[in-house]
């Protein structure tokens, strides 16, 4: 299933990257349709008007493109890698995860640092997993998921103090105790309260 779901995912990542890489001539790196020359060129080629060159592109298709000057905005990129990192972490595939998440251009964005902090976790990873979400925090203090994440961590140290600091936080940022995260959060510390008795 895992495997079926994880295709799915990169046929559906992979299908919304096209749409951010522009057709025909734009593909040519200098017009040399001979598949021997090199993928990419030793400098950014003229690209058509309306369209830059991103070398970032080369991470995510092997070779830098020319793109549409619109599609070259972060915030598309920004949201389409989000998207399948995040899809990759809550399917099991942390690595995954982890590689796709740091292609996005804004790596200062608290939702892609949220979910480094997740899949370092998930792998155990725990010193790098505590510095995204910090990291996360100081970008924004009130994004409840990312203190309930840090709380959890707390839990798996044994901070149970600390843990317990991130449920007022999430509080104080739902206005109350009726938010996911905080019951989700609030019943691990509990659970995690049980087995130390």
């Known amino acids: 299933m895992t495997r079926y779901v994880n295709h799915a995912f990169a046929m559906t990542f992979a299908v919304a990257l096209l749409a951010f890489v522009p057709a025909g001539p734009a593909f040519a790196a200098g017009g040399d349709s001979d598949s021997s020359s090199p993928a990419t060129p030793a400098s950014p080629p003229n690209c058509p008007a309306g369209q830059v060159w991103d ?41 995954q995860a982890i590689d796709v998440l740091k292609m996005a251009p804004n790596q200062h964005d608290p ?14 990873r725990m010193d790098v997993a505590l510095g995204y979400y910090k990291s996360a925090i100081a970008m924004n203090p009130d994004f409840s ?30 206005g109350g105790r009726e938010c996911g995260e905080y019951n989700q959060l609030a019943e691990l510390i509990v659970e995690s309260q049980l087995e130390q008795q």
């Open 55 to 95: 070398p970032e592109a080369k991470r995510l298709f092997g070779k830098g493109k020319c793109v549409a000057e619109a599609d070259l905005n972060k915030d598309g990129k920004q949201s389409l890698i989000y998207d399948y990192g995040k899809a990759l972490a809550d399917a099991g595939e942390y690595q």
């Open 111 to 124: 939702r892609v640092l949220n979910y480094l902090g997740f899949s370092n976790r998930k792998l155990d």
């Open 145 to 174: 998921l990312v203190r309930e994440y840090l709380g959890e961590a707390y839990i798996q140290l044994g901070m149970l103090e600390n843990a317990r600091e991130q449920l007022s936080e999430i509080e104080r940022i739902c």
